[in-house]
Every structure is written in structure tokens, then in C-alpha cells.
């Protein structure tokens, strides 16, 4: 699993460094795969679960890094992948919309 991390700028080695000790017990094998993507957002590989992740951070203190977010998709096309994903939640975001519609005092009826 790639994980991305957000830091202060010049930060993101510290950030790296600190996440990768922290999850080192449960993945000796974590590495940094770009220090800086951008200023302050960096890129690792992990093979821990998103859970294990969470669990690990959530007790720990925070010096350098500010986010860990679990990467679930990659791609080289992102429009595809938003269609794609769209298509195989159609009917979970119509249900939504509908739900919201009657919580709101009107109901519409799409097919």
C-alpha cells in the first residue's frame, strides 16, 4: 500500500523518517518512494492494513508529519477512474440524493 504524508515544508524527510520508525515493527520493509512530491506531501510503501496504520498513529505524537492518508487507487487516468467509480455507485448516490430530498419536504422521482 502506498500511504501519502503532509508535513511543513522542509519537513518531509522528518516526516518519512518519523512515520517509517513508527510502523517499522509491524513492516521492517517500509521505505520512502519520493521525498517530495510537492512541498510538504510526501510518498510511502508500506504492507501494513489501513487498520494496523491507524492503529499505530492514532497513539503516537506528532512531530513532523500532519496527515496519513492510505492511497486505495492508483491511476494514470483520473477521469476514467471518476467514471468508473461513479458507475459502481450509482445507485448508492441516488439513494442518497433521494434520501436527502425527502428529509428536505420534497420528494423527485428520477429513473
Keep these: 500500500m502506498k500511504v501519502l504524508l503532509t508535513s511543513a515544508q522542509n519537513k ?47 497513539n503516537s505524537n506528532r512531530t513532523y508529519f500532519i496527515k496519513v492518508i492510505p492511497v486505495d487507487i492508483e491511476t494514470e487516468n483520473y477521469e476514467e477512474s471518476i467514471k468508473e467509480w461513479i458507475s459502481l455507485n450509482w445507485i448508492k448516490l441516488k439513494t442518497k440524493a433521494l434520501l436527502l430530498d425527502v428529509i428536505q419536504g420534497s420528494v423527485k422521482a428520477e429513473v
Excluded at 520512502?32 to 492503529?55: N, R
Aim: charged residues 35%; glycine residues 2%.
Design 12 to 58: 518531509e524527510e522528518k516526516a518519512i523518517e518519523e512515520v517509517i520508525s513508527l510502523i517499522f515493527q509491524k513492516d521492517p520493509n517500509a521505505r520512502p518512494l519520493e521525498k517530495t512530491i510537492k512541498p510538504g506531501l510526501s510518498l510511502i510503501e508500506a504492507s501494513i492494513s489501513k487498520e494496523e496504520l491507524a492503529y499505530i498513529l492514532k
